[in-house]
């Protein structure tokens, strides 16, 4: 029997999506902790990811906010990262999981992205600076909790109730779901960018 990309791809779209956003992810936290541990070295080392006052991620790094009890935030996602591409290789296999796993599965993502969100928030509206390695983590973050999130709402992992599932899988159906990240993204680039807007203003 011949193998069908086409057919592949379009049965496990979701899982790929989660494999390949999970090691842009893993790129990017382990380049954060490379040059994080080039700063402690030399804080004034120059990195390649300083484009300008905007995007310079020695500015962030050098905050408070990077870390949590001298431990950098960045390690959280080159031990998260692999784990989410197992996921995503997981369910290329098998789309159905056990209630424990499926939530498990869900809640992992969830805290990621909710990490990344609140991160890029700080960066935004407290460093006034942005750290391109930290922007693809947070990208990667949501686009591998939406997927995640998705897959388990079509396969009907979380036993969500009846009524809230089918509505939510009729959505899903009509591509909502697609409009709902790409309407995130945009009011999320929008949020961010407002300080700088209005500092540009003044």
Known sequence: MSFNLK???KTNYLSILIIIFGLFGFVAAFTLTVEKFDVLRNPNTELACNINSVFNCSTVMKSVYAEAWGI?????GVAGYPATILVGLIYIDRKKTNLILSYLVTLGPLGAFSLSMYFMFVTAYFIGAFCPWCVLSAVSSSVVFFSVLTLQIQEDNLKLPPKLTQFLQDKIKARWNVWFVIAFFIGALLFEWMP???ASLK
Request: charged share 0%; glycine share 0%.
């Open 72 to 76: 950098p935030l960045s390690l959280l």
């Open 196 to 198: 700088f807007y209005i």
């Open 7 to 9: 057919a592949f791809i």
